[in-house]
């Protein structure tokens, strides 16, 4: 596609509930990340992917959270039993390759509430 | 751990003006990047101007330069002759030569800019 593409656009669920957000990043790049926006701040690393494989975890706050990628191409950011404090904009970006002076090109993001 | 700080939550000025915003960061490592990124209220993160830490000219992209300052840890962004599409949040980010492509941010400039 022309740019990265993320899904849905706006989510609103239940507490307790599973949430699961779709990154679709740009074609032939192999290195994929999401970053989570709390209200009013700057953005929070969560995960990244180099091909399908998912080097650095480090960021994702709890055991609630996973991510995959299939066929080097989408990811899926899981949240199970979602709370309140998972309220955010979840951004994904993509890139040519793991390098330094490759751009990042974001997504929209996804603006997920959690009532 | 490296951070990003910046010090300034919201600033305007007028249109055609010229403002500078203020970033710092702090890190060990020699070899890294520096970014200037902006996020309208579409929430999509369009990168401004990057800059190599290795490379001591300043990096310019039209109206937009930095101020690299590599002995104090500060990247400061000008941006001359203001225009109204300006208005945006604008975030500092880090990047190292040896964690992925992760990027570290501070938590943002909210940028005004008035007729």
């Known amino acids: 596609g022309a740019g990265v593409s993320q899904s849905p656009s706006n989510k609103v669920t239940e507490k307790g509930k599973d949430v699961e957000l779709r990154c679709d990043p740009i074609?032939?790049?192999?290195?994929l990340y999401w970053y989570r926006q709390s209200l009013g701040q700057g953005l929070e690393f969560l995960i990244y992917f180099q091909g399908n494989s998912a080097p650095d975890k480090s960021g994702l706050p709890s055991d609630r959270f996973s991510a995959e990628r299939t066929g080097g191409s989408v990811s899926t950011l899981t949240i199970q039993r979602t709370q309140q404090e998972d309220s955010a904009v979840y951004l994904c970006?993509?890139?040519?390759?793991?390098?330094?002076?490759?751009?990042?090109?974001f997504g929209q993001g996804t603006r997920l509430t959690v009532v | 751990a490296q951070t990003v700080t910046q010090s300034q939550p919201e600033m305007s000025v007028q249109e055609a003006e010229t403002v500078t915003l203020s970033c710092t960061y702090d890190?060990?490592?020699?070899?890294?990047?520096l970014f200037w990124y902006k996020q309208p209220p579409s929430r999509q993160m369009i990168l401004v101007i990057r800059?190599?830490?290795?490379?001591?000219q300043n990096a310019t992209e039209n109206r937009f330069s930095v101020n690299f300052q590599k002995a104090a840890k500060s990247f400061s962004l000008k941006i001359s002759d203001s225009q109204l599409g300006d208005t945006a949040m604008y975030f500092c980010a880090f990047m190292s030569g040896n964690q992925g492509g992760k990027l570290i941010f501070g938590q943002g400039t909210e940028l005004s800019v008035k007729p």
């Open positions: 970006a993509s890139s040519l390759a793991i390098a330094m002076n490759t751009e990042a090109f």
């Open positions: 890190t060990s490592e020699n070899n890294y990047y």
């Open positions: 074609s032939g790049h192999t290195a």
């Open positions: 800059q190599e830490a290795y490379k001591q």
